[in-house]
């Protein structure tokens, strides 16, 4: 979390079969409060990461998001707690590497 967007939520949305995924991806990047976005399996198409400046604003957000015909929210859960240092991993020598997909991931949020 960070002080500009002390709200975050995650974001699970369904998508209709007739919304193609370049679609809503590309309705995601106009968003600028959708920091990650994963397609994913299981009973949801998408999680997303939100950072807010309030709830109000989380709303508002949850609201384009669903502006997208055919979206459908799925659940929604706050960042309580980032987990500091996972991100790392040590290699010959000691020295520690970033794990490219964590990193992404924690500078998302």
Do not use: N
Not at 41 to 65: K, R
Not at 80 to 104: N, Q, W
Request: charged residues 20%; neutral net charge; hydrophobic residues 45%.
């Amino acid at each position: 979390m960070t002080a500009e967007t002390p709200v975050q939520a995650i974001v699970r949305v369904r998508l209709a079969p007739s919304l193609q995924q370049q679609v809503f991806e590309g309705w995601l990047r106009a968003i600028p409060a959708v920091r990650y976005a994963v397609l994913v399996t299981g009973d949801a198409d998408y999680e997303l990461l939100l950072g807010c400046h309030s709830f109000a604003d989380l709303g508002d957000v949850i609201t384009q998001v669903c502006g997208c015909r055919d979206v459908q929210v799925a659940s929604t859960a706050l960042v309580l707690h980032e987990v500091a240092g996972l991100g790392r991993r040590k290699c010959r020598g000691g020295r520690s590497i970033p794990d490219e997909v964590t990193v992404r991931r924690l500078s998302a949020m």
